[in-house]
């Protein structure tokens, strides 16, 4: 018999578990050193609601000595995955500009019409590197070692910054959802996300990752990338600036955009049709909707 | 300005000390501040003075029952006094070795009654009267609780006595009646029964011990009547006569005027929480049914106040106070500590039979939804019991019929209150049925009853 790794899990948690046919490897422990309790199990169950924010951290501060802050579960997983990233996948960066004016006319038009949910740039964005993945299938990829991995939809990884830290919930096969419905994911992922309530099957894998600073007002950047993903999109804050249009200085809404990729799994050629299919969408969001 | 501390903590109860002494070890510069007594109530007037009060009456009744177990022994009295004496000494014992921990753990004591000024600041007032400011980051309420008293039942000093007269008393009652048949009143009862006292429980509800599963509370009502003591339920006293020969106590019993003649009366109706004169009105923190408002970590709702124990909502239980302390240590250094289970915190009575209990009782399961299995097994059935000449007795076991989770265990019987940890851990360590039931206990001890009531509830119980 095989020897699977073993799950740490109390006994009714396992119980409940078998009983309800779960899969004790998907789901996050809270108890001592990651153990599986019953709690666990059964909010993997039935989620919970989304609940504010658990109250903030009040600890005891010294006032010139530096302070020792113990790494918690997620400080520690971003430093060794980054780490690990950084070292050992060969990075390379493509950057692009793209025009948003008909993206932000288009944004308007159906936002007008929607109540309750509000479509975000960002949501076009999902949508947009959904698509070029779809339509540049060698770069919907992850590198296996020993082979490649060729992935069938496009699984869009988005971070999410939190207190202490950030996670990057995926948006599974973006490709085949309506803006509406990635935009309404994206708000019950952040806000799970934000509780630290996102169930690993919620964040692992993933085709692409998406890094958004730009509400900080970071023109443009270059993101590490998130293994085993091949790529991740660095994008900047809109702006308006003045571009050369047949000879005429025209005010155009303008994005940067970065794109950092895998050598081993997207070469230089392959990395900007990706880039130029992501800007395509963007520039004909009508595109979006076909 | 005086010298500013991480983390400064009023009352050095079991809640307080422990967690001056978890903050240290967390590297905080902790302080504690007390007004009376180091180890609190539990410790002075709770919790191990009775334990010694109530190990005399045992001692006592081991004598008058030696025939039936081979020894001839007479003469044997209780002398009061030296009881009390021993109680004391051990109190004073503990009391010091409260103090020893402190300061090894270098954590500094203040002595005098404490009170918030600001979010950063207590006035510590000392007997002479003189006051000095302490300044601290974080501050912890762990002022504890006092007899609840009823109008009418005012301790006296002589006639009428909380738990707090009761444990240093110089005669012993004619007759005592116990008003209240929570842990602490069926302590007393049993203590005095002992030694000789006529007794008398009165409960307002319709059984004593209303907290514990009303299966077990029966048995533990047949007991002590038939050690002779007088129970009323649905009782309210209404009156209180005092003359210099004796009390006459007015009872209304489902409508029904009774009058006992008494030579004592113990009150023993629950605690208040010590909420007063500590400054929580100038800081507006937040309070609840009389007790302070506080989130999973203790914080108030002011984030560096916390408050542990009985000033916060119970069960009023030591054990639970020192958790609550450990838990705001932690928080405040940063850390993030587990949360407290109520229905994990067990609970005991040394009356005599004692009472031990955790989780749900049969009950609260069903009204919380639970389809349960209950296993029983009797002291009765148990070797090393009838070894003892302790053949009176029950440890039951509630579990969730669905994923065989223990909900609750409740005994009653010698030495269940030594027993009752074994399913504390299991339920902690959330086992179901089938570990415990493959769990090998060892032969021949009174645990073996835990293993046969889990058998029980599935219906494989041995010895049976």
Known sequence: MANPERVKASPLARRIAKTNGLDLSQINGSGPNGRIIKRDVEQAKAPPQQKPTAAIQHGAQTTTQPEIMPLDGMRKTIAARLTEAKQTVPHFYLTIDCRLDDLLTARKNMNAHLDGVKISVNDFIIKAMALALRDVPDANAQWGGDHILKLKQSDVAVAVAIEGGLFTPVIRAAESKGLKEISAEMKALAGLARDRKLTPDQYEGGSTSISNLGMFGVKNFQAVINPPQATILAVGGGEERLIPINGQ????????????????????????????AFKHYIETPVALAL | MSEEFDYLVIGAGPGGYVSAIRA????LKAAII??????????????????ALLRSAEVL????????????????TADLPAMVKRSRDIAKQLNQGVQHLLKKN?????MGAAKLVSKHEVQVTDKAGKTQHLRAKNIVIATGARARILPGMEPDGGQIMSYREAMVAEKIPSHLVVVGTGAIGVEFASFYRALGAEVTLVEMLDRILPAEDAEIAAMAAKSFEKRGMNIRNKAKVSGVKKSPQGLEIMIETKGKQEIIKA???LSAVGVVANIEDIGLEALSIATETGCIKVNAQCQTNIPNIYAIGDVTKGPWLAHKASHEGVIAAEHASGGHPHELEKLRIPGCTYANPQIASIGHHEESAKAAGYEIRVGRFPFMGNGKALALGEAEGMVKTIFDKKTGELLGAHMIGAEVTELIQGFAVAIGLETTEEELMNIVFPHPTLSEMMHESVLSA???AIHI
Request: charged fraction near 15%; glycine fraction near 12%; proline fraction near 3%.
């Open chain 1, 249 to 276: 200085a025209v005010v155009a809404n303008m994005m940067t955009v970065t794109l950092s990729c895998d050598h081993r799994v997207v070469d230089g050629a392959l990395g900007a049709q990706l880039l130029h």
């Open chain 2, 24 to 27: 240290a070890q967390l590297g």
């Open chain 2, 34 to 51: 007390e007004r009376e007594h180091f180890g609190g109530i539990c410790l002075n007037w709770g919790c191990i003075p009775t334990k």
């Open chain 2, 61 to 76: 009744e081991f004598h008058h029952h030696a025939a039936n177990y081979g020894v001839k022994s007479s003469g044997a």
């Open chain 2, 106 to 110: 270098k954590v500094p004591s203040f």
């Open chain 2, 263 to 265: 030579s004592h009366l």
């Open chain 2, 458 to 460: 599935y219906g494989r």
